[in-house]
């Protein structure tokens, strides 16, 4: 039955790294992660057992030379703990004569039917790999200084399912489309707009798991570092897989709008085609960065800031998996507080209830930011506390690491304030100062204004914008507007930020309270829609109006009747528009 049982598995084949013999079925599954795991699992070999090497060849030799297979075992040498798994992959390779040969082929045999039905793999090779469920833990260590250690706190707690994605509820909810296209793997090809720390790179990465899990190819290029030849290789490889394997590619682009246009030209027969179906994820409007011929074949999902609500829950998450407990106001902080604390080394660490709502608000919906500032906060607590022990133990007792709202604003180090001075929020807020101003608010324009100085913005800029607002929106019904405007931006330019905030300021409210008129703006635009629609060649200058130099302009009639009007008590009548204009009134903007 035995011998049965290997002929079903197929042949033995020896791995050549590391030496096991496996059915010919699984060798190619196995070599992937012993050649993974090779270099890993030779350092930790020969660090942890310098006789590993001999051991494992003398244990490779032929049939003769098997006599001291089961030293390790039996003996206390220091090769014992470091190859369990290894004699039994020894056995496999063994001779029919040797003593358990045929058991493992039994075993062998066993394997590849529990293969068949959908049983776990062949093992990997003997070496330090990771745990099968290491991967799941999102934060490793006992203590919350080792869970801090490493990637940055945003990285380590993004979310893998949609279950755990956070926000952006009018997008990803329940019964939304794009939901349902996600949960069905049906991956449209999109763009996701939206400011940083909305979700969009960890939105990328649950598709990408989803992906992987029902057999879809999913890369990840960065437009900040990428060239358009490695965008060629992946689109090249795409076709093969597509043609060869029928299998689907998701290509995955950071920062999709420091492409040039005609590097996104790249995309476009792939995309339209279904080659690749592309995900783009910017923070600029699509619309200006992004090809239109690209645009319309791509569905453009918005992505909004997260609201302060789901700004807490975040942070709540990370506290709970930090092992960080929260206090309410009034609550004392004491070990007996925590079980476990009393286990650690470490002295319990607490965070104001109060210092989380803060966060959440200061971080102006940006989740990395948030969790980066608490991390932040966090491990500088924690060393304060270190530096700061041996004094506070004298004469009261410490009861743990405390992170109070300041700690929280230390950790941020100013006030985030989401400003792009070449994006889409630079003229965002100048259209809202704008308007508040022609709306006479004053306290929404020295609002914007502030918004936009203090996220740095140039001032010369903001002047400019107040000195066409000066004449557009004001115009004659303050004729003063204009000459403060100037005077705004000489004092802008004379003496600079963040001096002249005053100076912008004080203008600001001068003209959000000055009377408006757009009398001499709207009698401009009529004039000009005259001229834009005005069919055939454009009227002659009439010849009284016309200046005379020479006597045979003179001759010719031009000056002819013209009167000059000082030299009359009233205003002469003559008429100054064209004959085919006679009687239009700009300033009404009809002819009369």
Known sequence: MEGAGAQQAGPLVRCPVCLWELPA??????????????????????????????????LSGPPGESSEEEEPEGGSGPAAPVFPLFHKGRAAAAPPGT???????????????????????????????????????????????QKLEGKPLADKLRPGTLGDYVGQDQVLGEQTLLRSLLEADEIPSLVLWGPPGCGKTTLAHIIASNSKKNGTRFVTLSATSAKTNDVRDVIKQAENEKRLLKRKTILFIDEIHRFNKSQQDTFLPHVECGTVTLIGATTE??????????LSRCRVIVLEKLSVEAMETILMRAIRSLGIRVLVQDEQHTDSANGSSSKRSESPVYIEEKAVSTLAYLCDGDARTGLNGLQLAVQARLTAGKT?????????????????????????????????????EHYNCISALHKSMRGSDENASLYWLARMLEGGEDPLYVARRLVRFASEDIGLGDPLALTQAVAAYQGCHFIGMPECEVILAQCVVYFARAPKSIEVYSAYSNVKACLRNHQGPLPPVPLHLRNAPTRLMKDLGYGKDYKYNPMYKEPAEQEYLPEALKGVDFFKGRKT
Request: proline letters at 7%; glycine letters at 12%; charged letters at 20%.
């Open 25 to 58: 079925a699984y060798i190619n599954s196995h070599l992937d992660g012993c050649l993974q795991d090779s270099e890993a699992g030779r350092g930790g070999e020969a660090e942890r057992s310098p006789q590993a090497p001999s051991k494992k060849m003398r």
């Open 99 to 145: 003593p358990g040969a045929g058991a493992h082929r039994g075993a062998a045999a066993a394997a590849a039917r529990g293969q068949e039905r959908g049983a776990s793999p062949a093992p990997a090779c003997p070496g330090p790999a990771a745990s099968p469920g290491s991967h799941a833990a999102v934060l490793s260590g006992e203590t919350v200084a």
């Open 285 to 294: 409007n699509p619309s200006f960065q992004v090809n239109s011929a690209l």
């Open 388 to 424: 700061s022990h041996q004094a506070s133990t004298q004469g009261c007792s410490v009861d743990g690491v405390f992170i109070t709202e300041d700690h929280v604003k230390e950790g941020l180090q100013r006030s985030h304030i989401l400003y792009d001075r070449a994006g889409e």
